[in-house]
């Protein structure tokens, strides 16, 4: 999928003051977007191994859940509707438990959807699909369909697409290799699907973009952790003066209109996409949901502008 302005859908304020500390970044296109990871450290050497291990990671991952790479495992999956692969169905699964407790907000079986409405279409050449032709597709989107038993993988007439979840987890398992690599404290942006390693005094500032203005609707702190956003305004097109993005409700085939941007507060980066996706879908009452859900944090933000957040989210402080 492409992603409009994507790598803009949060705006990071970060420093850090420290004695005999080093520090590297890097910004590299991968997963169809850019990310971009920063690490600190004493020992320079180690911190150019870690940077590097840190991208192969990214770039495995993204061979492993592309559906535009032939030989990954999800095109395989998709092909022969079925795979024996336990990092995948670990995957799958997680996947498929945002669904069941969003209600199917969230749904990685959307792919023929975001294909009929032009999100796959390298060329450009977007247009509002008729209510026949979502209708007839709608059918082939059913997360209930994909089961995961041990390291089994099972579709039943719907095609799997992890683009909601897939750059989540490869900002996990990144840092997965940092933290195995020693490194302590770093911050990885994958397209806005952001990951804070080891703790900072107040904490970490992630700026949070206004879905309709150049600039933030303010800034927010966090300990550590993980935070996405999902907004109407990182890829859609226009037709005669309406906005048709990629963040589609599954339950319509359509668009989701009860919102325009949705942040999610989590303990990783994969919760924090796939429920970034579903709280947009779901709206306000989305808010509801997450309120009774542990180690979860979310706001909206409705089409009027104003805000509904959970009772935990950080308060929003303007960026001064």
């Not at 294909?115 to 977007?126: I, P, S």
């Not at 026949?132 to 579709?155: C, F, N």
Request: charged letters at 20%.
């Amino acid at each position: 999928m492409r992603y409009t302005n994507l790598c803009m859908a949060l705006f990071l304020a970060v420093s850090w003051l420290g004695c005999n500390v080093n520090t590297i970044e890097e910004t590299r296109f991968q997963m169809n977007t850019y990310v971009r990871i920063k690490i600190w450290g004493t020992s320079q050497e180690n911190l150019n191994q870690a940077l590097d291990a840190a991208f192969r990671e990214v770039e495995r991952v993204e061979a492993l859940t592309s559906h535009f790479n032939e030989k990954s495992e999800v095109k395989v999956l998709n092909t022969q509707n079925r795979i024996v692969s336990s990092e995948l169905s670990l995957v799958v699964c997680d996947g498929l438990e945002v669904s069941r407790l969003s209600g199917g907000a969230f749904d990685p079986t959307v792919y023929p959807l975001l294909e009929l409405w032009g999100f796959y279409d390298t060329t450009g050449d977007q247009t509002v699909p008729a209510s026949e032709e979502i209708d007839s597709v709608l059918e082939y989107v059913a997360w209930q369909k994909v089961r995961v038993k041990g390291d089994t993988v099972t579709t039943e007439g719907v095609k799997v697409d992890l683009s909601g979840i897939a750059k989540g987890y490869a900002v996990d398992k990144a840092v997965e290799v940092l933290q195995n690599m020693g490194i302590k404290k770093a911050l990885i942006d994958a397209g806005g699907d952001i990951f804070c390693l080891g703790t900072r005094s107040p904490g970490w500032r992630i700026g949070i973009r206004h879905p309709r203005k150049q600039g933030l609707i303010g800034i927010v702190k966090i300990p550590r952790g993980a935070i996405a956003t999902s907004g109407d305004y990182e890829n859609f097109y226009i037709e005669d003066g309406i906005r048709y993005h990629h963040l589609i409700d599954p339950s319509t085939g359509e668009p989701a209109r009860k919102a325009v941007s949705a942040t999610v507060i989590a303990q990783t980066a994969l919760q924090a996409d796939a429920w970034a996706t579903a709280l947009f879908v779901m709206g306000k009452a989305g808010i509801d949901t997450l309120n009774t859900l542990a180690e979860l944090e979310g706001l909206v933000i409705l089409a009027d502008g104003s805000m509904v957040m959970t009772d935990g989210f950080p308060r929003i402080r303007q960026n001064k």
